[in-house]
Structure formats: structure tokens, C-alpha cells
């Protein structure tokens, strides 16, 4: 009898410690419209034009490591041009840039896009 007792509070006890459930938030993510912010915030930076990303309509978050460092961006190329931008998956990019020396640098860069809750490309190689 009294191993039964136990075992019942143990059970009530273990049942309240699952909390509630929570529901799944389903984030939607749109493969082109993450095209579309990465070759504009590549082509931003291209142009000198990177800072005024955060005003477009709508804004994009742009993040990358070379650009606050001063370098500018001559020409990129995507190593996968046709591949679907897909969350958490590295975008790679080759990077044609020059410091303030003129010196020519290339290296291969990868980002990661988001669509939602807002529009983001940031830097994920370092």
C-alpha cells in the first residue's frame, strides 16, 4: 500500500512539471524576396549607398565585418546563382574588394538572409 501512495505522488507530482504547451510559431520565409535583399544590399555597398539601407522601403539590416572596416566593394558574384536562399543555411558570395590603399582583395564571404520578422543580411563567416 504504502508503495502505491508513493507511486501516485510521484505521477501527480511528474505531471505538473511539463508546464503548459507551447505553441510552435511558424516563421514564413520568402526564397526570393531573400535574393532580392541580398543583391540589393550587395549592390548598396557596391554603389557607397550601404548606410541608407536601414531607410528603404521596406528597411534591410545589412551586416558584414569588410564594410564597417572601410573596404569597398568593386564586384561580387554568387557561387550559387540559381540555389534558393533558405533560413540558417550560408549564402556564398566572392567578394572583389579594395582597402583604402587600393589594394585588390578577393575572398569568398557567406551570409545569411532572413525575410522574417524583418529583412536581414548579415555576415556569418567569422
Not at 507551447?22 to 520565409?29: S, T, Y
Not at 539601407?53 to 572596416?69: H, V
Not at 538572409?113 to 524583418?118: D, F, I, L, N, Y
Request: aromatic share 4%.
Amino acid at each position: 500500500m504504502r508503495l502505491t501512495w508513493n507511486l501516485l505522488i510521484v505521477v501527480a507530482l511528474g505531471a505538473g512539471c511539463s508546464g503548459p504547451v507551447q505553441p510552435v510559431v511558424e516563421i514564413h520565409h520568402d526564397a526570393e524576396q531573400a535574393r532580392v535583399a541580398l543583391i540589393s544590399a550587395l549592390d548598396a555597398w557596391k554603389k557607397g549607398e550601404a548606410r541608407g539601407l536601414a531607410q528603404r522601403k521596406p528597411p534591410i539590416r545589412f551586416a558584414d565585418d569588410d564594410l564597417a572596416m572601410g573596404l569597398r566593394l568593386f564586384d561580387y558574384a554568387l557561387e550559387e546563382p540559381d540555389a534558393p536562399i533558405t533560413p540558417h543555411k550560408n549564402v556564398p558570395v566572392i567578394l572583389s574588394l579594395r582597402d583604402a590603399r587600393g589594394k585588390a582583395i578577393r575572398r569568398e564571404a557567406h551570409y545569411q538572409v532572413s525575410t522574417e520578422p524583418a529583412l536581414a543580411v548579415l555576415r556569418s563567416d567569422r
